[in-house]
T-cell receptor, first 111, second 114 residues
Framework: EDKVVQSPLSLVVHEGDTVTLNCSYE??????LLWYKQEKKAPTFLFML????IEKKSGRLSSILDKKELFSILNITATQTGDSAIYLC???????????FGQGTRLTINP | DARVTQTPRHKVTEMGQEVTMRCQPI?????VFWYRQTMMQGLELLAY????????DSGMPKDRFSAEMPDATLATLKIQPSEPRDSAVYFC????????????FGPGTRLTVL
């Protein structure tokens, strides 16, 4: 059965800290790994990773994929209270459009 | 600013009633997805369409749920009869298909079945 597992499930840190969120996957015919941020409403797209070892960066957020070890990490540096959200990762299979989502990491940034 | 729209945003109904949720995908997107999100189960894929044809509805309880795309600008998810365990947020998402895996989510319909 295809599955995506995220850790930790919940994380509370202070503003300014750096956090690393983990996502491991077991998906047949894996194609790409996606990260989403969900605040109060719908998930919003952050990154899509297809190649191993190539870091994607957007401001204080960065992510990398390891296709040998079947995991991805999402790093957030100099965290701000606005980074508080649920972070979801999802795996996409070759030839299919559907995403298999992890259960999410609830990140709370305290001032 | 292109975005996915969903109606209604909130729905409270009684057990046994029919519920219809609607989604307008982003113009030009050819794939449409229905998800359900609960605290216990997280985001679950219910069904998805490509070019209006259903590709996978294995995540959907067939006896009470149905999903259709009457045209390229409208997707519907219907529950009949509804049950309290159907209470959740239902998201619609659309995408371009092909090598573009990004999916863009609508604001969701929060359904409460009493």
């Amino acid at each position: 059965e295809d599955k995506v597992v995220q850790s930790p499930l919940s994380l509370v840190v202070h503003e300014g800290d750096t956090v690393t969120l983990n996502c491991s996957y077991e998906v047949t015919n894996f194609r790409s790994l996606l990260w989403y941020k969900q605040e109060k409403k719908a998930p919003t797209f952050l990154f899509m990773l297809t190649s191993s070892g190539i870091e994607k960066k957007s401001g204080r957020l960065s992510s990398i994929l390891d296709k040998k070890e079947l995991f991805s990490i999402l790093n957030i540096t100099a965290t701000q209270t606005g980074d508080s959200a649920i972070y979801l990762c999802a795996a996409c299979q070759e030839g299919a459009q559907k995403l298999v989502f992890g259960q999410g990491t609830r990140l709370t940034i305290n001032p | 600013d292109a975005r996915v729209t969903q109606t209604p945003r909130h729905k409270v109904t009684e057990m046994g009633q029919e519920v219809t949720m609607r989604c307008q995908p982003i113009l030009g997107h050819n794939t449409v997805f229905w998800y359900r999100q609960t605290m216990m189960q997280g985001l679950e894929l219910l069904a998805y369409f490509r070019n209006r044809a259903p590709l996978d509805d294995s995540g959907m309880p067939k006896d009470r749920f149905s999903a259709e795309m009457p045209d390229a600008t409208l997707a519907t998810l219907k529950i009949q009869p509804s049950e309290p365990r159907d209470s959740a947020v239902y998201f619609c998402a659309s995408g371009l298909g092909g090598s573009y895996n990004e999916q863009f989510f609508g604001p969701g319909t929060r359904l409460t079945v009493l």
